[in-house]
């Protein structure tokens, strides 16, 4: 039995599936079959491409969530482009669990500096520069008013292999630039429509 799992994992441990990441496997309780799997994105290196954002939004549909990412128009009103991820709802979980820390020391900075809170956009037509990308890993950090998004995206053959014991590889998408309060905006945006991703527990255990 061993064997024919090593075998799986060689097989689904392909070359160019992306960087190594740095996991961490939480024991469950005894005779569980399940383990959690925590990530250590410090390992991971900052994707090429670059995006600043000026506004965002959040859609979610019956089969993933889409954050979109847009740039005002210099002149007039609308958007010059917008940048649509299409993350997994085991992504947006990961990334909302991630930011519990994040997003309180978060607001709380914008309170003793008196930074207005950010509106989340409302894309009404789509602009002719617009680029679908696909994560399901989300690292966000912030700096006073700057903060960024680093997006990666870890095949089902990468999952595959975590869950049977191989390493977790990604590939680097694109790092998100934006403002604090505009991160802040999104992550509220995605904890008020919590209830409407599935209840599929068992996706964040491998």
């Known amino acids: 039995m061993k064997a024919k799992k090593n075998q799986l994992v060689q097989r689904l441990t392909r070359p160019n599936e992306g960087v190594a990441i740095d996991i961490i496997r939480h024991p469950m309780r005894e005779g569980a079959k399940s383990q959690q799997i925590s990530m250590d994105m410090s390992s991971a290196p900052v994707p090429d491409r670059r995006y600043p954002a000026d506004v965002a939004s959040v859609l979610v549909s019956d089969d993933m969530v889409r954050l979109l990412f847009g740039q005002r128009k210099l002149t007039g009103t609308g958007l010059l482009s917008v940048l649509v991820i299409n993350i997994s709802f085991w992504g947006v979980r990961q990334f909302l ?51 960024c998004m680093d997006f990666y995206h870890a095949s089902s053959f990468s999952m ?47």
């Open 160 to 206: 595959r292999g975590l869950g049977l014991g191989a390493g977790f590889f990604a590939e680097p998408v694109v790092r998100i630039t934006l403002t604090t309060p505009l991160l802040l905006a999104i992550h509220d945006g995605l904890e008020a429509k919590k209830d409407r991703l599935p209840d599929d527990g068992e996706e964040d255990k491998q």
């Open 97 to 147: 669990s991630s930011m519990v820390g994040v997003a309180k020391t978060g607001r709380t900075h914008m309170e003793e500096h008196r930074i207005p809170a950010a509106q989340l956009f409302q894309v009404k037509e789509e602009p002719n520069q617009t680029v679908p990308l696909a994560a399901n890993i989300i690292a966000a950090a912030y700096a006073g008013r700057e903060a």
